[in-house]
């Protein structure tokens, strides 16, 4: 069976410090990938999603980025971490982009202070 | 506009109750629509998947679709208090997934 491991599964940085978020999957093979922002009370916000190693697709400009150096793996990552990054981020995959369910990571919490 | 709309609540219904939330959509060419169950403070999990016109049932969950009005909902049969959660709407349209922001549901014992 598919499963998929995302981590840490709480973070506190401060301002301005890099962040890195892991996610794989494992049980499948070329799985799409996402990327979802959660801020607290709101909805999901996509922020990245990739349909193969090293194919990523920005859905909001911002300060983060995305990387898949293997097939499944997915990274978040940001240089320098602001305030309003704080929330609850969600890593999900896919098979297929139609009539095919998401299935979610335990998510991180993150904290900017 | 944004693609996938729901009434935020919150709702609450007594134990027992059936519970009814709704959901549209602005793609007319979504084929793929989802409910997902969010508990506070963790990750949303599936837990039923329609594709075609009508209902389908799940135990006590039917999700009805209805394209023509783009319109998809969510009934909770003999609604029981671990059903507290936010349940979110889910549609695929042009290759995306598109998430509304949840309705939160109380079930008061």
């Known amino acids: 069976s598919q499963t998929i491991h995302q981590w840490p599964a709480t973070l506190v940085q401060p301002v301005g410090s890099p962040l890195s978020l892991e996610c794989t999957v494992e049980g499948t093979s070329n799985p799409n990938l996402y990327w979802y922002r959660q801020a607290a009370g709101r909805g999901l916000q996509l922020l990245f999603y990739s349909v193969g190693i090293g194919q990523i697709s920005s859905e909001v400009p911002q300060n983060l980025s995305a990387s898949r150096p293997q097939d499944r793996q997915f990274i978040l990552s940001s240089k320098k971490l602001l305030l309003s990054d704080s929330g609850f981020y969600l890593c999900a995959w896919s098979v297929g982009l139609n009539r095919t369910e998401a299935f979610f990571g335990q998510g991180t919490r993150l904290t900017v202070v | 506009q944004k693609e996938v709309e729901q009434n935020s609540g919150p709702l609450s219904v007594p134990e027992g109750a059936i519970a009814s939330l709704n959901c549209t959509y602005s793609d007319r060419g979504s084929q793929s629509f989802f409910w997902y169950r969010q508990y506070s403070g963790k990750s949303p999990e599936l837990i039923m998947s329609?594709?075609?016109?009508g209902d389908k049932e799940d135990g006590r969950f039917t999700a009805q679709l209805n394209k023509a009005s783009q319109y998809v909902s969510l009934l909770i049969r003999d609604s029981q208090p671990s059903d507290s959660a936010t349940y979110l709407c889910?549609?695929?349209?042009?290759?995306?997934?598109?998430f509304g922001t949840g309705t939160s549901l109380t079930v008061i014992p």
């Open positions: 889910a549609v695929i349209a042009g290759n995306q997934f598109y």
């Open positions: 329609i594709y075609s016109n």
